[in-house]
């Protein structure tokens, strides 16, 4: 599996970012994409998942501001990332793996495919 993220970089407080990932080598009927995000000192969050179904689910620290969308064709995931805060400021990472119960789970430790992750910085 390899997962690989782009459009990090900096950005303005209330300004917007889009990240997108773009991921290949898995086969999975019932699966999870998202992003994942870790700063120094902190543990990593999961931010926002899709499911095969489309169904996503968003951390409490980004509802309402950030958008997750698949394009399952491409196999592509994108977030959309608006009214941006400098507590956003952190590593991105895309995940993707197998979906275990009925909703995409925001812990790290369910995920074993990961990308190399993109820097976001809002100031």
């Known amino acids: 599996v390899q997962l690989v993220e782009s459009g990090g970089g900096s950005g303005q407080a209330g300004g917007s970012l889009t990240l997108s990932c773009t991921a290949s080598?898995?086969?999975?009927?019932?699966?999870?994409m998202g992003w994942f995000r870790q700063s120094p000192g902190k543990e990593r969050e999961g931010v926002a998942l899709?499911?095969?179904?489309?169904?996503?689910t968003y951390a409490d620290s980004v509802k309402g501001r950030f958008t997750i969308t698949q394009d399952s064709a491409k196999n592509t995931l994108t977030l959309k990332m608006n009214s941006l805060k400098p507590d956003d400021t952190a590593m991105y990472y895309c995940?993707?793996?197998?979906?275990?119960?009925?909703?995409?789970?925001?812990?790290?430790?369910?995920?074993?495919?990961w990308g190399q992750g993109t820097q976001v910085t809002v100031s």
């Open positions: 995940i993707v793996d197998v979906k275990w119960g009925e909703h995409c789970s925001h812990a790290a430790n369910m995920y074993n495919y």
């Open positions: 080598g898995y086969r999975y009927a019932s699966y999870c």
């Open positions: 899709i499911d095969s179904d489309g169904e996503a």
